[in-house]
């Protein structure tokens, strides 16, 4: 089960855009809908903030969007905030043995 | 509100047995499968496994030989086994209501920090 491929760091600005890629391949994220995003801040537990590749679930700011196009999901953060520091990972059904896997993270970093 | 709560031994030695089990309040237990996560310091996250209503499992591959879950209706509990435990498997576990049908967590425990030395 190899993990998705983020990068391990984005930063911007507040009130900028930020992207964060997250890459599979064609028999696991390419050929699934069920991709998911989480934010996670240390010691605290990961909150979900994108499912289903484009569906934010309630309470979750409009400022979260998520895309994907083959086999690269991808999580905009429209209107940078302070708040918006921490780590974020994605997860996809997974196509060689378990459920899901998850990407190796990316840290949020506001400058 | 679903609310899931855990608890386990936070300190194992080498080669023990790590234990955890998470307790689901509210909601309907029946509608989802349960899993297990885990943080290790300094890494992403990576998934353990999962368990339905009726003890059906799925692991991840790279833990299947050492992980067991189980769980019990009746009372709203699972558990995770994990045998033979390394410096490696020191981690935040974290235990999550998965739904299913689209293969996300939404509910997570508070998390467990397990030390292994």
């Known amino acids: 089960q190899s993990a998705l491929t983020q990068p391990a760091s984005v930063s911007g600005s507040p009130g900028q855009s930020i992207t964060i890629s997250c890459t599979g391949t064609s028999d696991d994220l390419g050929s699934s809908h069920f991709v998911s995003w989480y934010q996670y801040y240390q010691g605290t537990p990961p909150q979900l903030i994108i499912y289903e590749v484009t569906q934010r679930p309630s309470g979750i700011s409009h400022r979260f969007s998520g895309s994907k196009s083959g086999n690269t999901a991808s999580l905009t953060i429209s209107g940078l905030q302070a708040e918006d520091e921490g780590d974020y990972f994605c997860c996809s059904k997974a196509n060689d043995g378990g459920f899901v896997v998850f990407g190796g993270g990316t840290k949020v970093t506001v400058l | 509100q679903v609310q899931l709560q855990q608890w386990g031994a936070g300190r194992l030695k080498p080669s023990e047995t790590l234990s955890l089990t998470c307790s689901i309040s509210g909601g309907n237990f029946n509608a989802f499968y349960w899993s297990w996560i885990r943080q290790s310091p300094g890494k992403g996250l990576e998934y353990i496994g999962t368990?339905?209503?009726?003890?059906?499992?799925d692991y991840n591959p790279s833990l299947k030989s050492r992980v067991t879950m189980s769980v019990n209706r009746y009372t709203k509990r699972f558990s995770l086994n994990l045998s033979s435990v390394t410096a490696a498997d020191g981690a935040v576990y974290f235990c999550?209501?998965?739904?299913?049908?689209?293969?996300?967590?939404?509910?997570w425990g508070k998390g467990i920090t397990v030390t292994v030395s």
């Open positions: 999550a209501r998965l739904l299913y049908t689209s293969y996300y967590m939404d509910v």
């Open positions: 368990v339905d209503r009726d003890g059906r499992s």
